[in-house]
């Protein structure tokens, strides 16, 4: 299915994973669910640096030895955290988009979809602009996001062919122009006083709404 998560329950032993597929999380999972929560906060007030096994614990309420328990080093944490928030992200916008009427409304709400995320977790938010940071110089982080990244296209890419009958060599790049339509307005409402997520929100939706129209009225590849 076009939803489907494509990371493994190794990769994912927390609740947000577990929830999708009504797995019953173990207090180890629940312990390491804590604790990725807690570097997700230490992560987005004090950034990548001051994060540590110190910092992680004082927000547990814990010893440092007891986080080292769960996680063999600050990379395994940082690794843990991305890809909670990629579930949780996931997750929100799957729940939005079961809710569209038609095609065009599944595209329109995986546009908006982002957005609703961003609102509800901006700490999370703050967390993935370090990881595309991070994405610039570490290999392991960029193989990461492009998994993401083409993972996302291809979802979108399923909706337009089986929902809107875009033809499949098309389809792709469409769904890749409208997710970095996405990237951008994001950025530009989060990192400048130009306007609110909310604003970006709207322009993003009228963006992909007017990619649409045009598609609809030409039958060209846009």
Known sequence: MWYEVEMNNESFPDLSLRSLFDFKPSKGDLKRLEIIKAAIESLATVGFDKTTYESIAKIVGTRRAHINYYFQDKNDIFMSCIKYIIVNYQQVSLKHIEEAKDGKDMVLRFVEGPYIWAQENPKELIVMYLFYYLCSFNEEYKDLHDKIRIGGAKRLAYILEEK????????????????????????????????????????????????????????INL
């Open 164 to 219: 809107l009958d875009v033809p499949k060599e098309i389809s792709f790049e469409l769904s890749k122009t409208i997710q970095n339509s996405i990237s951008g307005y994001m950025l530009d409402a989060t990192t400048t006083t130009e306007e609110s997520i909310e604003e970006a929100k709207i322009k993003n939706i009228e963006f992909a709404n007017f990619l649409l129209e045009k598609y609809a009225q030409s039958k």
